[in-house]
C-alpha cells in the first residue's frame, strides 16, 4: 500500500479514528459498501456537477473531493452520468476555477479525470471527447482545449490501469485501447488545432500524445507511427504568424533563411523525447539487424542511395 500518509489533527476529529492508518494507496473499497454507495449517488451527483464550475476555490474543491470518492465506490457505475460529468469538467477545465491556478484544485480534477479513464470503458469517454479534435467540431477553442486536456488524464487512467496488470500479459497488448488508440491518431493526425496552435492547445495535445506514446509504442503499427511523427514535428514547428513577427523586424541574409535549427523549434525537448520513444521502438523492431535504422540517419541513407 506504500507508505503512510499521517491524518491532520483537528479538535472535533471522532477519538475512535485516532489509530486509523492511512496509506498512499488505498485497497479497493468492500461489495458492501460499494453497493451502497452506488445506491445513493444519485440523489447528490447531480447537484455536485453545479459546484464544480462554482467560482470559489473551496466550493469547486470540495466537489472535486466528492467526485473522487463517488467515482471510487462506484466504479463502471458512473458511466450513467457521464455525459453531465465532463460537460461539467469541461466548463471547470475552461472557467475561472481552471484560471485561479489553486494546485490543490487542479489536482483534485486531474485524479477526478483519471479515475474516469481507469473504471469506465475507453470507448465510452472517447466518444464524449473525440470532437474536440475534429474541425468540424462547433465547440469554442477553449472548450476543445479543455477537452483534450480531460482526454488526455482519461488516457493516462485507463494506460495505468494496463500497466498494473501483475505479471505483466504480452497477450494483452493494448487491452481495451486496441479500438481507440488508432482511431485516435488518426484524429490528432487531422486535427485543424495542429494548425497554428496556441500555447494552451499546444501544451493539451503534447499531454494527449505522451499519454500513450511511452507505454503503447511497442504495439503501434509503422502508419501510426509516421502519422505520430507528423503531430510531434507540428507541435514542434513555429506557426506562421510567430515566424512573420520575429522576421519583421530587419532583413534575413541568404546565409540566415531558410534554417532548420532549435531556434525554430517551440518545444524542443519534447520533440526530443518523442522521438526517442520513436527510435526505440525502431531499434527493437530491426531486432540486431546488420544496419540498424535510426529516425536520427535519414540524411545518411539518402546519400548512401545517391549514384556516384
Same mark, same amino acid.
Given at each position: 500500500?506504500?507508505?503512510?500518509? /499521517?491524518? %491532520?489533527?483537528?479538535?472535533?476529529?471522532? /477519538?475512535? !479514528?485516532?489509530?486509523?492508518?492511512?496509506?498512499?494507496?488505498? %485497497?479497493?473499497?468492500?461489495?458492501?459498501?460499494?453497493?451502497?454507495?452506488?445506491?445513493? @449517488?444519485?440523489?447528490?451527483?447531480?447537484?455536485?456537477?453545479?459546484?464544480?464550475?462554482?467560482?470559489?476555490?473551496?466550493?469547486?474543491?470540495?466537489?472535486?473531493?466528492?467526485?473522487?470518492?463517488?467515482?471510487?465506490? @462506484?466504479?463502471?457505475? #458512473?458511466?450513467?452520468?457521464?455525459?453531465?460529468? #465532463?460537460?461539467?469538467?469541461?466548463?471547470?477545465?475552461?472557467?475561472?476555477?481552471?484560471?485561479?491556478? $489553486? &494546485? &490543490?484544485?487542479?489536482?483534485?480534477? $486531474?485524479?477526478?479525470?483519471?479515475? !474516469?479513464?481507469?473504471?469506465?470503458? %475507453?470507448?465510452?469517454?472517447? &466518444?464524449?471527447?473525440?470532437?474536440?479534435?475534429?474541425? +468540424?467540431?462547433? *465547440?469554442?477553442?477553449? &472548450?476543445?482545449?479543455?477537452?483534450?486536456?480531460?482526454?488526455?488524464?482519461?488516457?493516462?487512467?485507463? =494506460?495505468?490501469?494496463?500497466?498494473?496488470?501483475?505479471? /505483466?500479459?504480452?497477450?494483452?497488448?493494448?487491452?481495451?485501447?486496441?479500438?481507440? #488508440?488508432?482511431? *485516435?491518431?488518426?484524429?490528432?493526425?487531422?486535427?485543424?488545432?495542429?494548425?497554428?496552435?496556441?500555447?494552451?492547445?499546444?501544451?493539451?495535445?503534447?499531454?494527449?500524445?505522451?499519454?500513450?506514446?511511452?507505454?503503447?509504442?511497442?504495439?503501434?503499427?509503422?502508419?501510426?507511427?509516421?502519422?505520430?511523427?507528423? =503531430?510531434?514535428?507540428? *507541435?514542434?514547428?513555429?506557426?506562421?504568424?510567430?515566424?512573420?513577427?520575429?522576421?519583421?523586424?530587419?532583413?534575413?541574409?541568404?546565409?540566415?533563411?531558410?534554417? @532548420?535549427?532549435?531556434?525554430?523549434? #517551440?518545444?524542443?525537448?519534447?520533440?526530443?523525447?518523442?522521438?526517442?520513444?520513436?527510435?526505440?521502438?525502431?531499434?527493437?523492431?530491426?531486432?540486431?539487424?546488420?544496419?540498424?535504422?535510426?529516425? +536520427?540517419?535519414?540524411?545518411?541513407?539518402?546519400?548512401?542511395?545517391? %549514384?556516384?
Amino acid at each position: 500500500l506504500g507508505e503512510e500518509v /499521517p491524518l %491532520p489533527a483537528r479538535e472535533y476529529a471522532w /477519538p475512535e !479514528l485516532r489509530e486509523m492508518a492511512v496509506y498512499r494507496v488505498l %485497497p479497493r473499497p468492500r461489495l458492501g459498501s460499494r453497493c451502497w454507495v452506488r445506491t445513493h @449517488t444519485r440523489r447528490y451527483i447531480k447537484a455536485t456537477f453545479n459546484d464544480v464550475v462554482d467560482f470559489r476555490d473551496c466550493t469547486a474543491l470540495n466537489a472535486g473531493r466528492l467526485l473522487c470518492m463517488s467515482l471510487a465506490y @462506484t466504479e463502471e457505475g #458512473v458511466t450513467e452520468w457521464l455525459q453531465p460529468m #465532463v460537460a461539467a469538467l469541461c466548463k471547470f477545465y475552461a472557467g475561472r476555477a481552471w484560471a485561479a491556478g $489553486d &494546485q &490543490q484544485v487542479m489536482r483534485t480534477y $486531474d485524479t477526478v479525470c483519471k479515475l !474516469l479513464g481507469a473504471f469506465l470503458d %475507453p470507448n465510452s469517454y472517447w &466518444q464524449q471527447l473525440k470532437d474536440a479534435l475534429s474541425p +468540424d467540431s462547433a *465547440l469554442d477553442l477553449d &472548450q476543445r482545449v479543455a477537452s483534450v486536456k480531460i482526454l488526455a488524464l482519461c488516457v493516462e487512467g485507463s =494506460v495505468s490501469v494496463l500497466e498494473s496488470v501483475q505479471p /505483466p500479459d504480452p497477450a494483452l497488448g493494448m487491452g481495451r485501447l486496441t479500438e481507440v #488508440v488508432p482511431e *485516435l491518431i488518426s484524429a490528432m493526425h487531422a486535427s485543424d488545432l495542429l494548425l497554428s496552435p496556441s500555447a494552451e492547445s499546444r501544451g493539451a495535445l503534447w499531454s494527449l500524445l505522451f499519454a500513450f506514446l511511452g507505454p503503447l509504442r511497442e504495439h503501434l503499427e509503422s502508419s501510426q507511427i509516421s502519422q505520430i511523427l507528423f =503531430v510531434a514535428l507540428a *507541435l514542434a514547428a513555429k506557426g506562421p504568424g510567430e515566424a512573420a513577427v520575429e522576421l519583421a523586424g530587419g532583413a534575413v541574409s541568404a546565409t540566415e533563411a531558410p534554417g @532548420t535549427g532549435e531556434e525554430e523549434l #517551440v518545444d524542443a525537448d519534447k520533440l526530443e523525447a518523442a522521438l526517442v520513444f520513436l527510435d526505440r521502438g525502431v531499434a527493437a523492431a530491426s531486432d540486431g539487424a546488420a544496419a540498424s535504422f535510426s529516425l +536520427d540517419s535519414l540524411d545518411d541513407d539518402e546519400e548512401a542511395l545517391t %549514384p556516384p
